[in-house]
């Protein structure tokens, strides 16, 4: 299912957009900053910054896991990261350039998404242990680089990362590059583990034509198309939900495979739509 959308106010189910509840109490956050082995090539050790809503009932509460693009942590999950857990599900945003020296950007990056999967499944791992998490509620969004990592979290040849633990419940990809599965070697979505998708889209986003989605739609199979729903955000270009200056960057992904420049401009409509259409999508797993 593909849907484009025009800008519209977010509406938030008993919460307000600065993140508190409309009676005016906080949400319990605990932040902690923690680290955790994954099973990378080599191991490695990633950390991150953890958010739990200590409940006083003593109830365990869903969680997502985040993901960052090719420039790092930049100020993209933690703007997700708010909305989330003031809808009461914890977060654990992952540096997963730090833990191998990287510096930001597409130059220093590793030569594949594939190769931080590890990282992702690790860190479902480390929230499955946290006392304050439903370890079968856990779910995984990530921007551009990290919403690559997040579609291929769902399928099945990635699921010998799991340790035998249950699949993420569901996953938010934010323009993940949509020209390059079934083209790109490694990076495919015919078979998936059927959680539910939400891939977000911009119109405007350079590294693929303004109906990239529709067409990575198109050519999936049916089975994974059940499972998937499209949004395109109109006039929203790759890094919309990132607010901070605009920049260009140059990209040997980007123009559909052929490289070149890439506008990074924040789309306030865009993000505020996309952010409130993440959380309802978490929200509503059962």
Known sequence: MHESLRPI????????LSGAPREGRAMPIRTSYVAFRTAAEPPLTVAGR????????????????????SDGVDGRGEFHARALNAAGLATLEIDMW??????????ARPRSPVETLPDAFAAKAFLAAQPE??????????????????LLAATQAAQTLSAGAPPFRGHVALYPVCWAYGVVPGLSLEALTGAPILIQAGEADAYDDPDGLDQLLARLPEASRRVIRGVTHPGAGHGFDRDAPAQTIVDPFAHKGEGGPVLMAFHPEAAETARRLAVEFFASLP
Do not use: Q, Y
Request: with cysteine.
């Open 50 to 69: 953890l958010n739990t809503i200590p409940r006083e009932d003593g109830a365990r509460t869903p969680a997502v896991v985040i993901c960052h693009g």
């Open 133 to 150: 998490v439903e370890p079968e509620r856990i779910g995984i969004m990530g921007f551009s680089w990290g919403g690559v990592v997040s």
């Open 9 to 16: 106010k977010a509406a938030w189910s008993g919460l307000t």
């Open 98 to 107: 730090a833990a191998r020296g990287s510096a930001r950007g597409a130059a």
